[in-house]
């Protein structure tokens, strides 16, 4: 009996048998066949790249795969340098399941997709679409992966497309998600925070725009790409919150938008991420220690944004954390800085104080916060919609006497450590939504709560003051020797006029000026008496008192105090005169919308500085002194600016066009500089959404910065010493032409003294090293803070920051005099935002060489400001010769020798009759001559002499 053979060598003839019946039963779908024959058809290279013979069964050719019943289930062409289109007829491979076309050249509109239920993975990167219609995502029911990234110009002459908000629900299954760089914009649809099956979602370099939606919060989804978006104005923004709830997240990146608001504490949730990117945003506040603390965490970047706090550092094993141009104070925070964060963190770290507040010294530069020895004394921010808390750790400020937080949006109770502040003399809470009771502070406290309606318990007077002192006026003392004791008579004069007051208000207060009333004394000299113009500002105002505008000319001597005039309904409207051009409170107010946080320029230790706009459209800056910093130094810098500014003029100084006082208030008015400070244009451009300075602009600039000090130095009546020259106190206008500000801490040199011993003021970073220790100045300490600046301009580092990590760069001018022999470390050291040619390098290579000698240690061996300006001319202003060979002037053959024209022009001057001259025939022939403009004269001989 023959052995039977196992069950499993049965087995394999029968196997063997069904295979070949499988490959040989499969021939191509008529339908599909003729795709592919269309297919061959639009491809403009298909004989080159494809091979597929013809009269054959489509189902053997190379690339091509067919199911059973010959239909092709699978497409695989990528990285085959095809050219041409996708034909119409594409999406009726209905069997498709694979396909696989990216890397080539493909271009074209993409045919619609609808329908293609079999189609499970679709990659279309890496071509050149022209064009995706809108249905292309509809009924998809098994589509897993799609790859669409890296088609630029999908309907970009259209103004982009936008993925569908129904995608979720014509592709249940789909796991990735890849459209990167092919020219979405709008927002991105809720739907697709709510897709289950969803796992990476990669839009990255689009123009995608607005917060992330809520329904993100509780996605499944693990790589996320939103990085770079690229719209100027808008990107990708609103909190982060949303990653709170993406616990399966592992790779986030985020960076080159505009997200904001703290980075938040949730997310401790997230115990799979690995990389997270963050840099390139506005995000504020501090890391929290959860997110530092993450296991599996090992790369995180936060660099460009306005975080505080202490700098971060991963805990996970060989981890990498950037964290470059933020506000970090470094590895731990002094007392008051963390104290002052612990009050930002309660009123949710609002952008503009977190962009202020960097750094470990709060007394440098902090918006609304005042210091003396070194230590917090006030703070300062009335009116700057500041939400949230009041946090316990104000009570950390020992210093703190003075605290002024009225109309904002505060809640909450006032904290009971509060009242253990023993320097504390004002508390001005007014207008906010707090509530009682209030804790029991001293009655030397000013505690001001009015305004706040939720307001209640038992608690201490809303308002209470210290007992007032009766205020000191000197015009009107007893004790005042040159005081008559009589009131001092005053002219009312009522004017009804019909066109706008601010149009007309140079012309009354010069008409008040006529009229002002001078009265001798007993000695003889001339007191100037209070006058005021009462102005109807329009036609059919009639005389309710809320329309007028009321004018006091002041009566006081040089900068003190002032005695007002007859006063109006509600308050005393001051003005004073400065070179005979005043400019009234209220007209400021209204210009400025009644000082709007909107019209906010810039802020600094005097206060802050508004934009304005008149009735006639000047646009203008008010600089105002708020009463809370008004101290003796404070005044004598108000009163210096003035004094300066109304004796020098010059193209390149910012020009002051008046000045008022309104009780505690000052206000100085200057030209509006459109573009603002260098300092935003050359450190923070990133943060502004700004482009970088060009060499070209930063040359022009470094000129006009070089004409103004020169002027001040050496072309002046005298010679001025400005000690606070920085980039900040550089402005820009609508064409990037440089202005100097700010002269509080202007030093005259009189008697032609160049040397002024004076007490230590300016920017510790642009001092110059013998001012710094003897206090003794001179214009080389100009000299200096320009070559700083210089350096500035080129490598656009700030001249000191104690946050750059290498710490021999810190001090920017003795670093940058170290690196500058060394042409490889010198050429690292340039600003990256610069295009380097090979011009610009050898222009650049000129002004280091400039900067350097300006910033010598010995004062003798640094060039005056006229030299400066002697190298950077001919840098700007290149001359080169017309190229018109066939010049013609008035007539003139500009190329016969000198004699023959000279001889010519005799001749014809003699043809002439009487009266008859060149000008009259000019008259005749081609009408008459224009008048010479008001001032063409003058306009030869300006202010600063050239």
């Known amino acids: 009996m023959a052995a039977v053979p196992p069950p499993f060598l049965i087995l394999i003839p029968l196997l063997a048998a069904a295979a070949l019946t499988l490959t040989t039963a499969a021939t191509i779908d008529p339908g599909d066949l003729a795709v592919l024959e269309d297919l061959r ?13 013809k009269h054959t069964d489509a189902c053997g050719w190379p690339h091509v795969s067919c199911d059973r019943a010959g239909r092709v289930n699978n497409l695989d062409l990528k990285n085959a340098n095809l050219a041409g289109t996708l034909p119409a007829s594409f999406p009726t491979l209905t069997a498709l399941q694979d396909l696989s076309l990216q890397n080539n050249a493909l271009s074209g509109p993409l045919p619609s997709f609808a329908g293609m239920a079999s189609l499970r993975h679709a990659y279309l990167n890496g071509n050149d679409f022209l064009s995706i219609p809108a249905d292309f995502f509809s009924d998809l029911a098994d589509l897993e992966e799609i790859c669409l990234d890296d088609n630029p110009r999908l309907n970009a002459s259209t103004g982009g497309w936008r993925i569908p908000p129904t995608l979720p629900a014509s592709a249940p299954q789909l796991r990735v998600l890849r459209l990167d760089n092919c020219s979405l914009v709008g927002p991105i649809p809720p739907s697709l925070g709510a897709m289950t099956a969803l796992q990476s979602l990669m839009l990255a370099y689009n123009n995608l725009t607005g917060a992330i939606p809520p329904a993100f919060a ?12 690229r719209g100027d104005a808008d990107r990708l923004s609103g909190p982060l919150s949303f990653l709170a709830g993406m616990t399966r997240l592992q790779q986030a990146w985020l960076h080159g938008n505009h997200f904001s608001g703290p980075i938040p504490d949730a997310v401790a949730n997230l115990t799979q991420l690995t990389q997270l990117w963050l840099n390139g945003n506005r995000l504020v506040g501090l890391v929290p220690p959860a997110l530092l603390s993450l296991p599996l965490l090992h790369d995180l970047k936060l660099d460009d944004n306005a975080l505080v706090g202490p700098a971060p550092v991963l805990l996970a094993r060989g981890a990498n954390v950037t964290f470059s141009h933020n506000g970090f104070c470094g590895a731990a925070c002094a007392p008051e800085v963390t104290a002052l964060l612990g009050f930002l963190a309660g009123v949710g770290f609002p952008q503009r104080l977190a962009e202020s507040w960097a750094g470990n010294d709060p007394c440098r530069d902090w918006l609304g916060v005042s210091c003396y020895q070194g230590k917090v004394t006030l703070l ?10 009041l946090s316990a750790s104000l009570a950390n400020l020992s210093a703190l006497s003075d605290v002024r937080l009225n109309a904002n949006n505060l809640t909450g109770r006032v904290p009971d450590s509060l009242a253990g502040l023993t320097s504390l003399r004002k508390l001005d809470l007014s207008t906010n939504d707090l509530t009682g009771p209030l804790p029991p502070f001293t009655h030397d406290v000013d505690v001001n709560v009015d305004g706040n309606p939720s307001f209640n318990g038992p608690s201490p007077p809303a308002h209470r003051s210290p007992t007032p002192t009766p205020p000191s006026t000197p015009a009107d003392s007893p004790n005042n020797n040159n005081n008559t004791n009589k009131k001092k008579k005053s002219t009312l004069v009522v004017l009804a006029v019909t066109v706008p007051v601010a149009i007309t208000v140079l012309a009354l207060v010069s008409l008040a000026a006529v009229l002002l009333l001078r009265k001798k004394n007993n000695n003889g000299s001339v007191q100037p008496q209070a006058s005021s113009v009462v102005v109807h500002p329009r036609s059919g105002s009639g005389s309710d008192p809320d329309n007028l505008v009321k004018v006091a000319m002041a009566s006081s001597d040089s900068f003190g105090g002032t005695s007002s005039a007859t006063s109006s309904r509600d308050s005393d409207i001051h003005m004073i005169e400065a070179r005979s051009f005043v400019i009234a409170v209220q007209v400021l107010r209204s210009a400025t919308k009644n000082f709007a946080q909107d019209n906010v320029l810039g802020r600094g230790g005097f206060g802050v500085v508004y934009k304005g706009v008149l009735h006639d459209g000047t646009m203008i800056a008010v600089k105002r002194m708020e009463s809370s910093v008004i101290s003796n130094k404070a005044l004598d810098e108000f009163q210096a600016e003035i004094a300066i500014l109304t004796k020098v003029r010059h193209r390149n100084l910012v020009s002051i066009l008046g000045y008022a006082i309104e009780g505690n208030e000052r206000l100085l008015v200057y030209e509006h500089m459109s573009n603002g400070a260098l300092s935003k244009h050359l450190f923070q451009w990133k943060v502004h959404g700004l482009e970088p300075l060009s060499w070209k602009k930063r040359l022009n600039i470094a000129l006009d910065v070089a004409r103004g000090m020169e002027y001040l130095h050496t072309l002046a009546q005298q010679c001025y010493i400005h000690r606070d020259l920085k980039p900040a106190n550089i402005l820009l206008g609508d064409d990037f032409r440089a202005k100097v500000s700010d002269f509080g801490l202007l030093k005259s040199a009189p008697d032609g003294n160049f040397s002024v011993a004076t007490r230590l003021a300016g920017t510790f970073g642009y001092l110059a090293p013998e001012y710094a220790v003897t206090g003794k100045i001179t214009t080389k300490a100009d000299v200096f803070s320009f070559g700083v600046v210089l350096m500035e301009l080129i490598t656009g580092m700030t001249a000191i920051d104690e946050r750059r990590i290498d710490e021999e760069t810190r001090y920017l001018a003795s670093w940058f005099c170290q690196i500058r022999k060394d042409e490889e470390k010198f050429r690292a050291a340039i600003d990256p935002a610069l295009v380097l040619t090979d011009e610009i390098l050898e222009s650049i290579s000129v002004i280091a060489d400039l900067a350097g000698h300006c ?3 010995e004062p003798l061996q640094r060039p005056d400001m006229g030299h400066a300006v002697t190298v950077l001319v001919p840098m700007v202003e290149k001359w080169k010769p017309s190229n ?63």
Do not use: C
């Open 41 to 53: 058809g639009t491809l403009t290279n298909a004989a080159d790249v494809l091979a597929w013979p």
């Open 218 to 229: 509780s996605s499944t989804i693990q790589t996320l790409w939103l990085n770079n978006q």
């Open 380 to 389: 300062n921010l009335p009116g700057y919609g500041l939400n949230g808390t």
């Open 855 to 857: 910033t010598s240690r």
């Open 884 to 946: 018109n060979e066939a010049e013609d002037y008035m007539g003139i053959d500009l190329h016969l020798p000198l004699l023959q024209m000279v001889k010519g022009w005799q001749e014809s001057e003699a043809s002439m009759t009487d009266g008859d001259s060149i000008l009259s025939r000019l008259d005749d022939s081609k009408g008459s001559i224009p008048a010479r403009p008001a001032g063409f004269a003058e306009s030869f001989t300006s202010a600063d002499g050239r």
